[in-house]
């Protein structure tokens, strides 16, 4: 069975500073791996995923995340935070295949990222 | 634009009540969910449906159910058997296949009073 750990409930950062978010999943089939964000009482927007091909993949709002396989992490990132950024981040993971038809996403507990000015 | 509509964005629901969440897209999309979101515990999976007529129960049906009657439309039921329904109620579509990810709904929140 598919599953997701964020290491970290809660991160904080100055504004300008790197963005860390962790992530590490754990899957009997190759991942099809994605970051979503939640601005409060909102849905969840797609930041970016990973299927297959280039590990290192480009999401929206200079999001980018890097699969490393060896290590079973998807870690997003951020080379330099801005308020609007504040918000909560999740990982989810799905298996090819898993259901046929309809895909079953697995979701982290979320990170809430702080930026402080 | 296209999109995922749910109603109403806040929800308040006496003991004993059953309260139907409604979700319905525009997007054409085959594939609808419906996750419940709690503080510090992320979304699990209540229902998803693949095509019309057919539904299949996720990781934490009891208490709800659902019905699939047109494409468009996957309305939630929240049932007096759910003993704690506060929480927040996302729907999700996508097309099928894996890989492609879900669009989201704004949520409704649902409060027992």
């Known amino acids: 069975a598919q599953s997701v750990t964020q290491l970290g409930s809660h991160v904080s950062v100055s504004e300008g500073a790197l963005v860390l978010l962790r992530c590490n999943y754990s899957s009997s089939v190759p991942p099809y791996l994605f970051w979503y964000v939640q601005y409060p009482n909102q849905g969840l927007q797609l930041l970016l995923k990973?299927?297959?091909?280039?590990?290192l993949v480009k999401g929206i709002n200079g999001f980018e995340a890097e699969f490393k396989k060896s290590e079973t992490s998807f870690h997003l990132t951020k080379p330099s935070a801005h308020m609007s950024d504040a918000a909560e981040y999740f990982c989810a993971v799905s298996g090819p295949g898993l259901i046929q038809g309809a895909q079953k996403l697995v979701f982290g507990q979320g990170t809430r990222l702080t930026i402080n000015p | 634009d296209g999109g995922i509509t749910q109603s109403p964005k806040y929800l308040f629901r006496k003991e004993g009540q059953n309260v139907t969440l409604s979700c319905e897209q525009n997007?054409?999309?085959?594939?609808m969910y419906w996750y419940r979101q709690d503080p510090g515990q992320g979304l699990r999976l209540i229902y998803y449906s693949q095509i019309v007529n057919d539904f299949q129960k996720g990781d934490i049906a009891e208490g709800y159910s659902v019905s699939r009657e047109k494409k468009e439309s996957f309305p939630l039921t929240v049932t007096s058997a759910q003993k704690n329904p506060t929480a927040f109620y996302l729907c999700?579509?996508?097309?099928?296949?894996?890989?492609?990810?879900?669009?989201f709904g704004s949520g409704t929140r649902l409060t027992v009073v």
């Open positions: 997007l054409n999309h085959d594939a």
């Open positions: 990973y299927t297959t091909g280039a590990t």
């Open positions: 999700a579509s996508s097309i099928l296949g894996t890989g492609v990810g879900y669009t």
